[in-house]
């Protein structure tokens, strides 16, 4: 057998128990048709098989996992801290999403260099040319789940800022309107919930903890941790510095998102001030050589004839 067919078979069969892993839909929608209609047996059948699949997940997970992460588990505390942190901030904040994330690193160098290595091998290509490509694929396995969750990072927080001035002026008006600040970031969660959801979701964890008995000021401390935008952080502490003080709370949030708008419409500026910068590379790559022989390109076809009648070509 060759190398790559291996490699397709491997690929395959990795894929084919990946998706006999994960929850159906149509197995949903099913069983809701079932419980509208009434019928009780087969939607016990179906959820027995739901709990027998996610069983199964569960524990292959669990023997799994703690197998792939031991290569390149955080050598301290503070390491695997930051690295839950990152999670947070990227929306995932489960108990075993560092496990999965460092399992999903190993998982995916060694199935990488394996392929690399078969494939190489089945070439026929010396050991060199192997053992690099093996080392470079493993590494870019190993290498881009960090590459992913930044940019889940980043898209979390530019949707995080894009909803905060929204949020602030609501909570301005219900502050204003006689609700307690309390009051006010629960309804912010509640109302934010179809505008902005992420935001609407860490509004409400922290009202959440304020019910649970943490303060409010950890409370609001913790979402700028999970949230992990610097905008977040300032509306946090100028409300921690007004409830201290004694000053007007709905003031100084009516200032941030002011402030905040402002710092958003410079942005938005300054990237319409780059876009003629960054519009220099295709227009001297591809439009300008196009008008170019447009333009020239008649005027040297006619003396290209005319020194050819001419006897100079």
Request: proline share 4%; net charge positive; charged share 20%.
């Amino acid at each position: 057998m060759s190398p790559a067919l291996i490699v397709i078979l491997l690929v395959v069969s990795v894929v084919l128990l990946a998706y006999s892993l994960m929850p159906r839909q149509d197995t949903d929608h099913d069983a809701v048709r079932r419980r509208m209609s009434g019928k009780r047996s087969t939607d016990e059948v179906a959820d027995l098989r739901k709990q027998a699949r996610d069983s199964v997940a569960k524990k292959m997970v669990q023997k799994v996992a703690p197998i792939a992460i031991r290569p390149i588990m955080p050598k301290n505390a503070d390491d695997m801290s930051r690295l839950n942190v990152k999670l947070a901030n990227a929306g995932f904040r489960r108990e075993n999403a560092a496990t999965l994330f460092l399992a999903s690193k190993s998982i995916l160098a060694v199935l990488l260099g394996l392929a690399a290595a078969l494939y190489t091998w089945g070439k026929g290509d010396d050991l060199m040319h192997i053992f690099g490509w093996t080392v470079f694929l493993a590494a870019a396995g190993l290498m881009s789940p960090n590459i992913w969750l930044s940019m889940a990072v980043s898209r979390r927080s530019d949707q995080v800022r894009r909803g905060l001035p929204d949020s602030l002026d609501l909570m301005v008006i219900t502050v204003e309107s006689g609700l307690a600040l309390d009051g006010a970031i629960q309804r912010v969660g509640d109302e934010m919930k179809n505008v902005h959801p992420i935001l609407s979701e860490e509004f409400q964890i922290a009202t959440l903890e304020s019910q649970m008995g943490i303060p409010r000021a950890e409370a609001l401390s913790n979402m700028a941790i999970r949230t992990g935008v610097p905008e977040v952080k300032s509306m946090v502490s100028i409300v921690n510095q007004a409830e201290r003080f004694g000053t007007s709370i709905a003031q100084a949030l009516r200032n941030q998102a002011d402030a905040l708008r402002t710092k958003r419409r410079q942005q938005a500026e300054e990237r319409a001030q780059k876009t003629t910068v960054k519009l220099m590379a295709p227009l001297i790559l591809f439009i300008f050589p196009a008008i170019f022989v447009v333009l020239a390109g008649p005027a040297a076809l006619k003396l290209m004839d005319t020194m050819g009648s001419a006897g100079v070509l």
